[in-house]
């Protein structure tokens, strides 16, 4: 099912917690293995949802919000490439 499918039913929010997936970089330190585990595929999957998700939780705020709408965005990841790559 598609992110959009799901959450063209949620709208109208004030504030929005979006703790995203993440590629798992954000965990090196504790887990080494995912510096071999992780692939070039694997990061763009998970920025391309990511991504998906982050546009769909900004349409998913209050336009006319007296507070502006508030959205966090939290992920585990450090790479650059899965955070921002607009």
Do not use: H, W
């Not at 929005?16 to 090196?28: H, K, M, Q, R, W």
């Amino acid at each position: 099912m598609k992110v959009s499918c799901v959450l063209q039913v949620m709208k109208g929010f004030d504030r929005i917690l979006l703790d995203a997936p993440c590629s798992g970089t954000g965990v090196v330190a504790k887990d080494p293995s995912v510096k071999t585990s992780k692939d070039e595929a694997d990061v763009t999957r998970c920025f391309t949802l990511q991504r998906q998700l982050l546009l769909e939780a900004i349409d998913c705020l209050k336009a006319n919000s007296s507070t502006g709408g508030y959205l966090v965005y939290s992920t585990c990841s450090v790479l650059v490439s899965t955070v921002i790559k607009e």
